[in-house]
């Protein structure tokens, strides 16, 4: 309970000092004392609920700042540090550490990896519309040129259309 509260009090230190934007950590963080608070009524180490710790990663991968998957990450090491450092042995045996250590592990590698992805695939599209809007605004230039060139070559007046040689069929 007092990694919940260590958690927390994190939390709202840094909503205090505006570090953190509260609408995209915020659903994260209280997520995060969910899944502390699931893992510890469900038999602590042996809980299955510790992979649910990676959904505020990839939220906050998809949607986040860099500095906000950050501070998911703390809070992902603290799921699995703060019950090890403050419950400790026999609810979270030592075994534990080599467990938490590999959460702490993959998660930036998948979080970050992710952020990246999205990065790149979000230019894309902004390339893309890029593109599709100068594709746009050429097309349009090339029918006035065409239009205009047109009108500068059109005959003055039906009576001229005779001077035209008609086409003869073989």
Do not use: N
């Amino acid at each position: 309970m007092r990694a919940i509260s260590t958690q927390a009090d994190e939390l709202c230190a840094s909503y205090h000092r505006g570090t953190i934007d509260r609408r995209r950590i915020g659903i994260p963080g209280a997520y995060f004392l969910v899944i502390a608070l699931l893992r510890e009524a469900d038999g602590g180490s042996t809980s299955a609920y510790a992979v649910l710790s990676m959904l505020p990663v990839f939220w906050l991968a998809l949607y986040g700042t860099r500095r906000q998957l950050a501070v998911s990450i703390v809070g992902v090491a603290s799921v699995f540090l703060m019950p090890l450092l403050i419950v400790g042995a026999p609810e979270y045996p030592t075994s534990e550490w080599t467990r938490a250590l590999l959460w702490i592990c993959v998660a930036p590698i998948v979080g970050f990896t992710v952020q990246s992805l999205v990065r790149q695939l979000r230019d894309r599209a902004d390339e893309a519309a890029r593109r599709a809007e100068e594709l746009q605004i050429s097309q349009e230039e090339t029918r006035k040129l065409v239009v205009r060139r047109a009108r500068s070559q059109a005959p003055a007046s039906p009576s001229s259309w005779s001077a035209i040689p008609a086409a003869t069929s073989s």
